[in-house]
């Protein structure tokens, strides 16, 4: 089964303006990972966060990590036409495996 | 340079029908998986070779086989191919010794269809 939910499902935003993903997810983590997937394409890495940390960022990414709520988000600030993908979060727990929440689907209209 | 590629990209077949994947990583990374994303997008691991010994077999029909020749290929076998088969699979790798972290690069997906 999934590890998780993502919220919201799909969301649909001007160019320029900033967007806000979330995701939840069961059980203890080791990290967290955020991925993309334009239309067509495998998955790409876009941030990892340990479970001790809190807030990452890398560019125009902002990931915050919530283990007592067991939640975590990524923001993207200033989106592009080129941001329209669907986003992912999964949580890594033995093994190296992957658990991936359902995804959220972004459209970024210019 | 493609980092992890996958052949074919498009994989059209009949049920009943065996078939196989092939994945290659060209970044020296010792652990490979396979995933399959299915028609709602959702992703869930199936298998994880780490230097050619399995390491991770979730609940997978016995009629999918991995095959590891060497810790830069995963080859997925499917036998008897059925229609809920129809997905998307993605091959994975990420280095696991001697990092911190553990960052996995996807290989572009094989689109399998069975009529």
């Known amino acids: 089964s999934q590890q998780g939910e993502e919220d919201p499902q799909a969301l649909s935003i001007q160019e320029g303006e900033n967007a806000t993903m979330n995701c939840s997810y069961k059980?203890?983590?080791?990290?967290l990972q955020w991925y993309r997937q334009n239309s067509g394409r495998g998955l790409v890495h876009l941030i990892l966060?340990?479970?001790?940390?809190r807030e990452k960022h890398s560019g125009r990414l902002r990931v915050t990590l919530d283990t007592s709520k067991k939640s975590s988000s990524l923001l993207i600030t200033a989106s592009r036409a080129a941001d329209t993908a669907s986003y992912f979060c999964?949580?890594?727990?033995?093994?190296?495996?992957?658990?991936f929440g359902a995804g959220t689907i972004l459209r970024v209209k210019s | 340079d493609t980092a992890v590629s996958q052949t074919p990209k498009y994989l059209v077949t009949q049920m009943g029908n065996d078939k196989s994947i092939k994945c290659e990583q060209n970044?020296?990374?010792?652990?490979m998986y396979w995933y399959k994303q299915d028609s709602k997008k959702f992703l869930k691991i199936m298998f994880s070779?780490?230097?050619?010994?399995?390491?991770i077999n979730e609940t997978v029909p016995n009629r999918f086989s991995p095959k590891s020749p060497d810790k830069a290929h995963l080859n997925l076998h499917i036998n008897s191919l059925e229609l809920g088969d129809s997905a998307v699979y993605f091959c994975?790798?990420?280095?696991?010794?001697?990092?911190?972290?553990?960052?996995?690069?996807f290989g572009p997906g094989t689109r399998l269809t069975v009529l």
């Open positions: 999964a949580t890594v727990l033995y093994g190296n495996k992957l658990v």
């Open positions: 070779y780490n230097n050619k010994e399995l390491i």
């Open positions: 059980t203890s983590i080791n990290n």
């Open positions: 966060i340990r479970s001790n940390e």
């Open positions: 994975a790798s990420s280095q696991v010794a001697g990092v911190t972290y553990n960052e996995q690069f």
């Open positions: 970044l020296g990374h010792d652990t």
